[in-house]
Structure formats: C-alpha cells, structure tokens
C-alpha cells in the first residue's frame, strides 16, 4: 500500500484551518512532558507568534486558523488574548479559535467577554481533556454564548494522549444531541474524530451543520485512506477541511501526506479531486459566518 513513485507536486495556496499558537509556560506540565515523551519535543514543538508567522509563510499557507485550548485539570492556558493580538496582526489573513474551561466558573462569560473584545470566530472544547460530558450543564452554557453571539464550536472530539484522558467523554457520535438542538451553529471536529472516523461520518450525514478537519491524519496513512473512503461513501467530502496540527506538524509535510493518499495502489482509490478539494477548496466561510 505505498504511493506510486513519482515528482514531488507543487503546492498551490491553501488554506489551514487547524494551527495552534502558545508559549512553553502556558502549556502545563502534561503537555510539555507527554510532547516530549511522544514525539521528542517539549509540548510539541516551538510555537509562538514569530515561529507561527515563520513557517506559515515558508509552506506558502494563504490563511490560517489560529487555535487556543484551555485544560485546567492539566495546567494548561493559553489565555484568548494571546490569539487575539496575532489575529489583529493578520486581519484578512487569519481566523481565531479561543477557549474556555467548561468546568471552571464563569467560562460561558468569558468567552462572552473574549468574544466581544477579541473578535474570536469559534471557541474551542475537549471533553476528553478538560474532562465533562458533552451534555452537561456548564457545557451548555457555552454552547449556548456561542449560538448567541454567532461563533462556531470546536471540538477535540478524539482520542487522547494524556494518561489521565477521558474516552469515554470523546466519542463523536455524543454530539448528535448539541447538533440537533444548535442547529444554526455550526460544529467542527478536530482531527476527523479519528479513530471513530466511521461515526464522525455518520454525524456529518444526519446533521448538515458538522463538519470536520483531517489535522494529524494524513500522516496516519491507514486510518486516513479508510476515513476518506467513508466519507466518499457518505458523501461529506465537501465538509471535510484541511488542517496541519502545527506545531506538531508543517502545514507543506501535511499537505503533501494528504494529496499522496490519492497515490495509493488500493482496489477502491481515493480520487485526486477528493484530496485536492479538502486542500485547495475550503474557505473559511464555508464554516465562519458572515
């Protein structure tokens, strides 16, 4: 199942829409030590500002999503500000995906607030991480700020690298019951919900407000390959968005992982167009309101 030998393709523009910046001291110290246990580099990889603007413009990415994560229970913050400041510096260029803790007090008026002040486009939430069930009350709150305040909700709805992770929180089928009743918000999953591909796509089919990103798959050669021939079959390629996961990955690395699952010697292939619609194809306002 390797790709067919060949010249390594040009990438056009594209957009990313799952990139995160932060500093090593908002990380905490599950992050940085299980980054460096995992992949040998504290919390994942360097990623402020400046290394931000630096590989993002190397690996030629025409707009980008800026991503926060909050995770109390693991010391990690990176305060909705911090976003804030590089998306004033990139107007027209950059999107911004603040977070909130649903499990700390006052999260539902903080991200009013960050909203408001900020001009934050979505927040981010990880039931496995932060640790709540995605139907509870606090977390409705949330969800319920975004609805008011037209943002889009984000969720880590995935597996989990932290020991002390909760599974059982991460299944994506979970977030039938917030599709259904936010149905003018839209709901992006991060990393194709992977390894339950097979329900993220059986949400995206019964609820025309879900989509998801492909972040930290194509380097998963198996799991995307079987995740995108689910999706063909569903019929939910065009709500499939690119994202790299930088710094854990470079957005040009990603993109050429994505596009060489269209090489692969496989009975049932992945059409090229597939690949390059989920790259080249996807503006933010097929997901950021107006």
């Given amino acids: 199942m390797s790709p067919v030998p060949g010249p390594e393709r040009p990438l056009r523009p594209f957009v990313d829409w799952h990139t995160h910046v932060f500093k090593p001291e908002h990380c905490g110290p599950v992050w940085t030590n299980r980054g460096t246990e ?19 413009e190397e690996a030629g990415v025409e707009q980008f999503a800026l991503i926060g994560l909050q995770v109390a229970r693991m010391g990690m913050f990176v305060p909705n500000d911090y976003l804030g400041a590089y998306l004033e510096q990139n107007k027209g260029r950059a999107i911004a995906v603040g977070s909130v803790d649903p499990t700390q007090p006052g999260a539902a008026q903080a991200l009013r607030q ?7 486009h979505g927040v981010k939430l990880s039931p496995p991480y932060q640790g709540f069930h995605p139907h509870a009350e606090e ?13 889009f909700l984000m969720f880590h709805q995935a597996s989990v690298f932290a020991p002390d992770g909760f599974l059982e929180y991460a299944y994506p089928s979970m977030l039938d019951k917030v599709a259904r009743e936010f149905r003018d918000t839209n709901i992006l999953l991060a990393h194709f919900g992977k390894p339950w591909m097979n329900e993220t796509v ?7 407000n879900v989509f998801a990103d492909v972040s930290t798959m194509p380097v998963k ?11 063909i079959e ?11 996961d930088f710094p854990s990955f470079r957005p040009d690395e990603a993109a050429r992982d994505l596009l060489a699952i269209a090489d692969l010697d496989m009975p049932l292939p992945i059409p090229r167009e597939v ?13 950021v309101p107006s």
């Avoid at 960050?114 to 934050?120: D, K």
């Avoid at 050669?221 to 999706?231: D, E, F, P, S, V």
């Avoid at 690949?275 to 997901?287: A, N, Q, S, T, Y």
């Fill in 202 to 208: 059986e949400l995206m089919m019964k609820n025309r």
């Fill in 234 to 244: 569903g019929h939910v390629t065009d709500r499939l968005v690119f994202g790299s």
């Fill in 114 to 120: 960050a909203v408001r002040e900020l001009g934050l």
């Fill in 221 to 231: 050669t198996w799991q995307m390959y079987n995740g995108l021939r689910l999706a």
């Fill in 38 to 56: 995992l992949v040998g580099r504290p919390a994942f990889g360097e990623a402020d500002l400046a290394e931000h603007s630096r590989v993002m």
């Fill in 275 to 287: 690949v390059e619609g989920i790259l080249h194809d996807r503006p933010f306002d097929l997901i």
């Fill in 139 to 151: 977390a409705y709150e949330v969800y319920r700020v975004a609805a008011e305040e037209g943002i």
